[in-house]
Every structure is written in C-alpha cells, then in structure tokens.
C-alpha cells in the first residue's frame, strides 16, 4: 500500500504523533490521532447522531482525536483526494 503522506501535527515531538496521509489506490484519506478515551467513545458510542442510523461504534471503527491546528494539513488532505478524483 502507497500513502502519500500530507502532514504530522506542527506541535509533535520525536514520536507518536497526529498524522495524515492519502491512500490513492484505495481512495481513503488515513488519519493518525490519539484514542479518544473511554468516557468519550462511550458517549459518542451510546449517541444516535444521525436520523434513522444506529448508536454506536460498529467493529473495526475508532474514534480518535486530532488538534484543530492541524486543520490545514486535513484540508490539504482533502484536496489531494479530490484532485486524485477520489
């Protein structure tokens, strides 16, 4: 699998950090973040968000967290996938 790796958190130390990348073949966007937790995968799994669609987190999803100021690099993702006509 190639990944075109757009950006890692502006803040990040040396290791273990918020990263996005594009994953043309499979036309995905891949996101790195930190594990919400539980008392938030909790709520947001015992929430129905949606009109009609089921609560929770179904197998093989996550939640995940990523700081806003990498808001620029998800866009940038966003924009390699579009222009990729993803």
Do not use: Y
């Not at 968000?49 to 995940?64: C, Q, R």
């Not at 967290?65 to 924009?79: N, T, W, Y």
Request: glycine share 12%.
């Amino acid at each position: 699998m190639e990944l075109d790796f757009i950006g890692i958190d502006p803040e990040t130390g040396k290791e273990g950090s918020p990263t996005a990348w594009v994953d043309r073949a499979h036309g995905e966007i891949v996101i790195q973040g930190w594990n919400a937790g539980e008392e938030l995968a909790a709520r947001i799994g015992s929430t129905s968000w949606a009109p009609d669609h089921a609560a929770g987190i179904p197998e093989g999803e996550s939640v995940i967290r990523i700081p806003a100021r990498m808001v620029p690099i998800l866009r940038e993702a966003c924009d390699v996938a579009e222009r990729s006509g993803l």
